[in-house]
């Protein structure tokens, strides 16, 4: 169930920033956007080109503006859209297309999430927002307070959420059909990329086509080095959030709804090694490790009892279930989730997909319960258009995955961060202190470790300059 109180919501503020007519506002003389959303892009490739084309939805919406730090990575979308405006800085398109967008996908480095939502809604503008929704707990915080607050339509791009087998899985779980549910297993194939290696070495020229210094942001000034783009960027702690935040946010979606769940009140986790000699282990701050297993305990919650959820990402799998047969697929290749019930599990891949319940006792399907929640047009393909439509509507309108949602989730994401990024700090050789032998308390209400401060200093970063 969604947590906003939608009968709580004032007439007036369902048409806070209502989308008006471009004549008003003597915009690019495109249909009303009452009819469509006129909207601009920060981030034009990759997952961004994704993001555009189906939000674009073959017409259905205008494209008005794309964004980019990198002009080879918004070929393609430039030449699709050749009316749109074009920057490479967000700042400037924000100033000289405010009459001219309703709304603003950002498809970008996990780093730059935030800074750039927060600045469009302030400028009274929805926004969709890759997952994870920010890099550090914080951030998240903020973007959810601020878009109750300001009364902004969202949606965050994990699409799974608005697929069918997610709300069969949440039909399942919530009516009781495996019981009780006392533990999630969820596991990816994830990191493809680097992750365990040292920071780079070198000086590197830097491409024409790339704005270096705006890619970087809001973080540390580095030298370019030709690892970090298109997409390595992820294993890299001052810009990506590893394994974890790259399919965290799909993964732990599904029983993240499903179970109810609020703030955790605990994580530990334990990390692989990296070794670069003879017993010489090392610990690369600067990169994600390359394989972890976190635990993460929620208290009780309506009607449920305590739940612990087990990542494993990095070739670390959970055992397999007993009830699988000999040669039947552990979920998919890209990973999967099992709950464990107190009468059976259940057991589903990246997004929720193929939901398969494991029973040693015979379960009749014509007897399980149909999905009771509204499913979404185009299901995980109509995730775009499902916020492009809520645009028009107004605030109130259903999303998905609605900061409401995806902001604490996201939270619950990055906790498993604050333990793998603490796991490297000891306060003396014999490492009485070290974390990853410890359980990390946490106050989710005031978003603090209470029982290892040092791991606190993950939990908000500090800006560069003039960011």
């Not at 947590?3 to 249909?31: C, D, E, M, W």
């Not at 989730?337 to 009749?364: H, Q």
């Amino acid at each position: 169930m969604r947590r906003r109180k939608f009968n709580q919501v004032a007439v007036s503020s369902l048409t806070a920033f209502s989308i008006v007519p471009r004549s008003v506002l003597g915009g690019k003389g495109f249909t009303a956007p009452s009819d469509k959303l006129n909207i601009a892009a920060i981030g034009a490739g990759g997952k961004g080109e994704v993001n555009i084309n189906n939000a674009y939805s073959d017409g259905k919406d205008n494209i008005v503006a794309l964004c980019d730090v990198d002009d080879r990575m918004s070929v393609k979308m430039r030449k699709k859209f050749p009316q749109a405006s074009y920057y490479k800085d967000y700042r400037q398109l924000l100033e000289k297309e405010h009459n001219d967008i309703d709304a603003v996908l950002i498809s970008t480095p996990d780093h730059m999430h935030a800074i750039m939502a927060m600045a469009c809604m302030e400028s009274g503008k929805h926004v969709y927002v890759e997952k994870p929704l920010t890099h550090d707990i914080y951030e998240a915080r903020m973007l959810t307070e601020t878009a109750t607050r300001l009364k902004i339509v969202t949606q965050m791009g994990n699409q799974g959420s608005s697929g069918d087998d997610t709300r069969l899985i949440q039909t399942w779980i919530q009516d009781g059909v495996i019981g009780e549910v006392k533990r999630v297993h969820v596991w990816t194939n994830r990191p493809v990329w680097p992750q365990g290696i040292p920071t780079p070495k070198g000086d590197h020229k830097i491409p024409k086509e790339l704005a270096w210094d705006l890619w970087l942001g809001t973080a540390p000034k580095r030298k370019f080095n030709p690892i970090y783009v298109p997409a390595n960027w992820r294993g890299w702690t001052e810009f990506g959030t590893g394994a974890l935040g790259d399919m965290g946010c799909h993964f732990m979606d599904v029983p993240f709804m499903a179970l109810k769940l609020g703030y955790p009140e605990a994580v530990e986790c334990s990390v692989g090694s990296v070794y670069e000699g003879f017993f010489k282990e090392v610990f690369y701050t600067d990169s994600y490790p390359p394989s972890c297993k976190i635990h993460i305990q929620f208290p009780a919650r309506d009607g449920m009892p305590p739940v612990e959820m087990i990542w494993y990402d990095g070739g670390i799998k959970p055992k397999r279930p007993e009830e699988l047969q000999p040669d039947q697929q552990m979920a998919d290749w890209d990973g999967g989730m099992i709950f464990e019930g107190t009468r059976a599990k259940l057991m589903a891949g990246l997004f929720g997909t193929n939901p398969t319940l494991l029973s040693k006792e015979k379960i009749n399907i014509d007897d399980l319960p149909k999905s009771k929640m509204p499913l979404v047009e185009g299901g995980r393909e109509g995730h775009q258009q499902q916020w492009a439509k809520a645009c028009k509507a107004g605030y109130g309108a259903y999303t998905s995955s609605s900061f409401d949602i995806s902001g604490p989730l996201t939270e619950t994401v990055l906790m498993g961060n604050l333990a793998v990024r603490s796991y490297n700090y000891q306060e003396g050789k014999d490492g009485r202190n070290f974390p990853g032998r410890k359980k990390l308390l946490w106050d989710g209400q005031n978003m603090k470790i209470t029982n290892f401060p040092m791991a606190n200093q993950f939990v908000k970063r500090t800006y560069r300059k003039g960011w």
